[in-house]
């Protein structure tokens, strides 16, 4: 089934036995289906993904889809629909910083091409692809709603606003010194104005 | 000053706390509601209040609440509308992360209102942050007895979670909002049956904007005929505005609605004047979707009245040249921006959000991107104006949801007022920067 569902990609069962929430996850992932009818698990899929995204590296693998499904009870098709269609649901592996920028109107007012350059040129690469350390991943993205704090970025649940290049330095020094998975799900986050 | 109901107490020390904002009059809606008032009783002065929905389309909430369905033995919801994609809107972000109590308080007390034992924050997934300010808020409710089993000893039970979403400007509209709250593709519904009717899970439902439902507290405290002094016709009450682009205080301010447009743009209350001793080009009054005016229309009307910041005032002329109050997204325009440019982010945003179901949407929003780009790079000839106006006028009118207008107006609206540009910039065959060329002066190159 899973291979049919997500194409081309060699199903690995080494990773899907390592494919389980951990003990902290599985509190949290009931504790949002738990939210909703108990015939309406499925309502629980968003925040589940989210979830499963920042247990398993950062990105949904099939193997990620395919346990999801199997704890909401549907079928791996309809998360993989669900996965594919949200912006914030990465189907390939990232950097371990996804740094998000946004470029729409207010930003783009604000320099946020400028912003984007600069990130591209000091980590020598363009958007959409992963710095050579696997660090960092460049995103530009549609409004994020900080218009009146533009330019920013966002990286995990953190929101960078009011960016200029010195800022940007020390927000990217800082996670290359910390060095650890940033995912919507943190709660150690940052937001620096 | 104008009066403030909804972000009044916002620099208050610890505000975001329960004990706080208790200590502040946080929660006398609920006493008030549940203690001496019946739910009809509530939405009634609602009704009063002459309240229009704050999310952007501006649909009167009273009229939309006495909608829902209520048959016997079967669940209603409230569901919160946090979805605040809209470019230059990120009024309802600075309510919830400051204030997250009176969003919750408001939930109950519609909730009340609506006979609605559950209702659901349904929140971008951006503002993930902001999801957990709430969800701390809602664990202090719960504690103190706001939230859960016979909220102050009557028989009104109500639970209210948050819903987090996956990154989809498309579930703002509140059929695709309900789709994605059910854990599928945030794919609008056909309607009728409007939500009211058949919701949440096929139940009646009512979904409102996280404005709308704060703006609740204050009218159930003040009595709907008082709240509707406030402002200005049916444009009642006060309205959070979130002010951004070239202007030396961008930020959120609550307005009474009535203001003109002239002191909202230059006096030193809200937004400073434009920055570094520019012109005004042009405004986005309402959200990326509304239509953009120049300044001379968005100072004055075409009949050269003083535009106010009502819902009439800024619609006045219809689109030939007027606007929308939309979201209160308000973006401003200095003397040097590209208002080609500036459509492009705009046509590239609305082909990145459109969620694919109707192909006029699908397929002409990539394609206005795609003209637009040759704009830009230069390539473009005069009948492309042309063309790109054909393409809109296709798109409007013609899709499910209000995601086809969204993207069509923005593109009307510049043609409208701006051709000259793009004649300009398809006669020079001048390669337009399409990198940014208005750098800030604390980005050093």
């Known amino acids: 089934m899973s291979s049919q569902v997500h194409g081309t990609q060699e199903f ?31 309502s629980a899929m968003l925040p589940v993904l989210h979830i499963a995204q920042a247990e398993f590296g950062g990105w949904l693998s099939p193997e990620a889809m395919d346990y999801v499904a199997s704890l909401l009870k549907v079928k791996p ?54 710095s050579s350390d696997g660090m960092f991943s460049l995103k530009a993205v549609e409004c994020l709603g900080s218009c009146g704090t533009a330019p920013m970025l966002q990286c995990g649940a953190s929101f960078h606003e009011n960016l200029t290049y010195d800022k940007l330095d020390k927000i990217m020094d800082g996670y290359r010194a910390e060095g650890k998975l940033k995912s919507y799900t943190d709660k150690d986050y940052k937001n620096t104005l | ?64 609440w006495s909608f829902l369905a209520k048959p016997e033995g079967v669940e209603r919801y409230l569901v919160c ?18 204030i997250p109590h009176a969003l919750i308080e408001g939930m109950i007390t519609s909730s009340y209102a609506l006979g609605a034992k559950t209702s659901y924050i349904y929140i971008r997934g ?29 028989n009104f039970s109500h639970d209210c979670y948050v819903q987090v979403g996956g990154g989809a400007y498309i579930c703002g509209e509140e059929t695709a909002l309900l789709e994605s709250l059910e854990g599928k593709r945030g794919n609008p519904r056909i309607k009728p049956p409007f939500p009211a009717v058949a919701g949440l899970w096929g139940c009646p439902t009512v979904v409102n904007n996280v404005e709308t439902i704060a703006a609740v507290c204050p009218i159930v405290m003040m009595g709907g005929e008082e709240y509707a002094k406030i402002g200005i016709g049916k444009s009642t009450g006060t309205k959070l505005i979130s002010a951004s682009g070239h202007i030396n205080k961008p930020g959120v301010y609550e307005i009474e609605l009535g203001v003109p447009v002239e002191e909202f743009i230059f006096s030193d209350e809200y937004c400073g004047g434009i920055r570094n001793g520019k012109k005004l080009k042009a405004v986005v009054a309402g959200g990326s979707s509304v239509p953009i005016l120049p300044a001379d229309l968005i100072l004055k009307t075409a009949k050269g009245e003083p535009r106010l910041m009502t819902y009439e005032s800024l619609g006045d002329g219809g689109f030939q040249t007027g606007t929308m109050l ?120």
């Not at chain 2, 509308?81 to 400051?98: C, H, I, Q, V």
């Not at chain 2, 492009?344 to 694919?356: D, I, K, P």
Request: contains cysteine.
């Open chain 1, 12 to 42: 690995n069962k080494t990773k899907r036995a390592e494919t389980k929430f951990s003990e902290d996850a599985m509190i949290a992932a009931q504790k949002i289906i738990a939210q909703y009818p108990a015939d309406k698990r499925k």
């Open chain 2, 126 to 154: 951006e503002y993930f942050y902001i999801a957990r300010i709430l969800e701390a808020a809602l664990a202090e409710a719960y504690a103190a007895g706001w939230l859960g089993k016979n909220i102050l000893g009557t």
């Open chain 2, 326 to 445: 939309g979201s209160g997204g308000f973006i401003v325009m200095d003397e040097d921006t590209s208002i080609v440019k500036n459509l492009f982010t705009f046509a590239r945003f609305y082909h990145h959000e459109s969620c694919g179901q109707c192909s006029p949407c699908r397929e002409g929003t990539g394609w206005m991107e795609k003209i637009l780009k040759k704009f830009l790079n230069g390539t473009a000839n005069e009948s492309d104006v042309e063309l790109l106006w054909d393409i809109q006028s296709k798109i409007e009118g013609k899709t499910i949801c209000p995601l086809g207008e969204a993207a069509a107006w923005p593109v009307a609206a510049a043609i409208r007022h701006f051709k000259h540009e793009f004649l300009e910039i398809a006669k020079s065959k001048k390669f337009v920067d399409i990198s940014h060329y208005n750098r800030l002066n604390n980005i050093v190159a």
């Open chain 2, 1 to 64: 000053m104008g009066k403030k109901l909804l972000i009044h107490n916002d620099k208050v020390p610890g505000i975001n706390t329960l004990e706080v904002y208790r200590a502040n009059g946080g929660y006398a809606s609920v006493e008030k509601a549940l203690n001496s008032m019946s739910p009809d009783q509530v939405t009634d002065e609602v009704k009063k209040s002459g309240l229009r929905g704050r999310g952007g389309a501006g649909f009167p909430t009273g009229l939309k």
């Open chain 1, 77 to 130: 098709i309809e998360v993989f629909e669900v996965a594919s269609f949200y912006s914030m649901y990465n189907l390939k592996p990232m950097g371990k910083c996804v740094l998000e920028v946004c470029q729409t109107s207010s930003c783009w007012l604000n320099g946020a091409e400028d912003i984007i350059k600069y990130i591209e040129k000091k980590l020598n690469i363009k958007v959409g692809e992963t």
């Open chain 2, 81 to 98: 509308n946090a979805d605040e994609s809209e470019p230059g809107t990120f009024k309802d972000r600075y309510l919830m992360e400051k």
